[in-house]
């Protein structure tokens, strides 16, 4: 939301205290759905005009100290070489601006784009995404072994598998992929031999780009210590590929990518740590989709574009089996199992027992349902689009046009999608999705070899019904 005249009266003072100059417009930017993003115009005493950004955190600090403790990361990671926005202050409350954010980080503007589509399609980065793929190896090989993660008291280690399965029980997701992608992880795993500062959301979105390649890294609020890989398996997720059709974030190979980054640490990069590290942070975007969601469903942050984001955990759920079983994908599957068709263009309907819509029960994708997404958007269309014309409404007004899309394809195919998937869980022995998620965690229910196809056969059918639903262009 704009900041309240209070609250630009204490920027107002900040901003004169720091550079001795008076702010003359504050615009709030789109994306970033977990913070509030402003830019500020300021001009000095000599009338020249300079950026920054304000950062403000709602509600809590996820840190103890706020982002002061992101603030220090983001400084040692600029004294080893990695680009970054200069920070001014971080988390600077006093009693005269308790009206600003509990947490809040002030920095220098850096001069470029962070759209991911501008950055893989505009013509002005022709030239920036030749480069990219090996300044983004030289960035995290440089932050992998220049900066002493036990210098910065606030990183600690996860146990990202108990972590997310923690996050599954605690919001009630009940999906048999995400159990299946559990257990292969599980059973793969292999011991980090190297613990090191990970930035944790290293890709397009979260990099500042420029007509020379990469200007910035921002966004480290996920950072922590872990296996280095995993910053290489993110930013090689489809999710983070935004519609490009190479590997690394839509725009480069991997071989490129892995050759910069072991010029700078020194050693070989292993290609199936980093397919482990891809599967892993494949099923953690489905996951984190679902907690963004919950975040509106619980009152938390009442936002649009935080519900419409639960819908894309199918996305992640079908990314989910074909990279741990592709043959899936190909197999004559939906004739098996008494389906239409791999991909029915039509729309069968979401997974069993998704929505039922006169109680809003959720299961087999979860929250939110059509009714909570139909609920979120009269919201924002009442209590926010109808206060008047901003640039930033544009976004937002196509996740709602989206989010009323999702809702009427599921209004039309779920009965439908419902039915099929009944048909084929009683196949296989089973009642619900619950019943089926449950014997998968157990290890009841056999999903090895070629014995175990039928289960990945029946999720797979599962999920691309759901994603005729939320995001038919998702399906290959």
Known sequence: MPLSPDQQ?????????????????????????????????VSDNSGATHAYILQQEPGEPRLANGLADEAMLIKAASMAGVPTATVLVANAGTPQRDSLAQSFILSEAVPGETIA??????????????????QLGRSLGLLHSQVDGSAI????????IEHYRSMIDEIGIVSPS?????????RTQTECLDQVVVHGDFRLGNLIVDENGL??????????????????????????????????????ERAELFAEYAGVVGRPVDPDAVHWWEVMGTLKWGVMCAIQAERHLKGQHRSVELVAIGPRLAEQEYDLIELIRPE????????????DSAVDPTGIGSSAEQTDLSTGASEGGGRPTSVDLLAAVEEFLRSDLGEGSDPRLKFHARVAA?????????LSLAENSRRHNRDELHALGFTSERSLADAIRSGEANTEGDDGIEVWRYCYNSVVRRLQINNP???R
Not at 119 to 126: D, G, M, Q, Y
């Open 117 to 134: 589509r501008r950055i893989l399609r505009e013509p002005s980065f022709e030239k920036a995404r030749l480069k990219l793929t090996s």
């Open 328 to 339: 899936v994908l190909t197999s004559p599957s939906m004739a098996s199992t008494g389906t």
């Open 9 to 41: 009266r204490a920027l107002a003072e900040l901003m004169h205290e720091l550079v001795g100059a008076s702010v003359d417009q504050v615009d709030q930017l789109t994306g970033g759905a977990s913070r509030e993003t402003y830019r500020l115009s």
């Open 473 to 475: 262009k998702w399906l």
């Open 153 to 160: 008291p606030w990183l600690a280690e996860v146990d990202q």
């Open 178 to 186: 995400l159990e299946l992608g559990l257990a292969w992880l599980e």
């Open 215 to 252: 200007a910035a890294v921002i966004d480290w609020e996920l950072a922590h210590l872990g296996d280095p890989m995993e910053d290489l398996g993110w930013l090689c997720i489809r999710a983070w590929r935004f519609g490009g059709d190479k590997p690394v974030a839509g725009l480069g």
């Open 402 to 410: 989206n989010a009323l899309a999702i809702s009427r394809r599921d």
